[in-house]
């Protein structure tokens, strides 16, 4: 008997892997649609890594603060404080999942991608437009139910919920 247990539980040990559980993404390939001043990317390796370091000081790069966030049927519309002299885009980082919640829901990552940047300290807004449609249809799901979207800064603990059209300030 004592054997038909060491031998299950080395059965159960070997049947474990090192995936994380996230390879049964609803999109299940790579992508990425760009838009003036955007990226939206669908790429969850990147994700778990942004989402795993997310607000430590060596990953964080360049500090932006979203500042309000509108959301009219398929454009999402973000304002943005950035350092005045810092050019670059911002990517928009998704996992690829539809969470099952009503209505359903997407988590995104606000990243500043600015390859010159001499921060002076003055910040200045800076407003991007999303075109929905076009940055989710490729998952194949957009447009099938209503859904709501979390937009999480790469730098701080801070997520906005935004459910259908709604319109967002951040008064920090």
């Given at each position: 008997?004592?054997s038909?247990?060491?031998?299950?539980?080395?059965l159960?040990l070997c049947?474990?892997?090192?995936?994380?559980?996230?390879?049964d993404?609803?999109?299940?390939?790579?992508y990425?649609?760009?838009?003036?001043?955007?990226?939206?990317?669908?790429?969850?390796?990147?994700y778990?890594?942004?989402?795993?370091?997310r607000?430590?000081?060596a990953f964080?790069?360049?500090?932006?603060?979203?500042?309000?966030?509108?959301?009219?049927?398929?454009?999402?519309?973000?304002?943005?404080?950035?350092p005045?002299?810092?050019?670059?885009?911002?990517?928009?980082?998704?996992?690829?999942?539809?969470?099952?919640?009503?209505?359903?829901?997407?988590q995104?990552?606000?990243?500043?991608e600015?390859p010159?940047?001499s921060?002076?300290?003055e910040?200045?807004?800076?407003?991007?437009?999303?075109?929905?449609a076009?940055?989710l249809?490729?998952?194949?799901?957009?447009g099938q139910t209503?859904?709501?979207?979390y937009?999480?800064?790469?730098?701080?603990?801070?997520?906005?919920h935004?459910?259908?059209?709604?319109d967002?300030v951040?008064?920090?």
């Amino acid at each position: 008997m004592v054997s038909f247990f060491r031998l299950a539980f080395v059965l159960f040990l070997c049947s474990c892997t090192l995936d994380d559980g996230q390879s049964d993404s609803l999109v299940p390939f790579l992508y990425q649609v760009e838009g003036p001043g955007y990226k939206f990317t669908v790429d969850a390796r990147a994700y778990r890594e942004i989402d795993f370091n997310r607000g430590r000081a060596a990953f964080c790069g360049i500090d932006t603060e979203i500042k309000a966030i509108s959301r009219r049927s398929n454009m999402l519309t973000l304002e943005i404080l950035k350092p005045k002299n810092c050019n670059g885009t911002y990517q928009l980082l998704w996992d690829g999942k539809w969470q099952e919640s009503n209505p359903r829901r997407i988590q995104i990552y606000l990243i500043s991608e600015f390859p010159s940047c001499s921060a002076t300290g003055e910040m200045v807004p800076e407003t991007i437009a999303v075109d929905l449609a076009k940055a989710l249809s490729p998952s194949g799901q957009y447009g099938q139910t209503p859904f709501s979207i979390y937009i999480r800064e790469q730098c701080n603990a801070r997520d906005y919920h935004c459910e259908g059209d709604c319109d967002l300030v951040n008064r920090s």
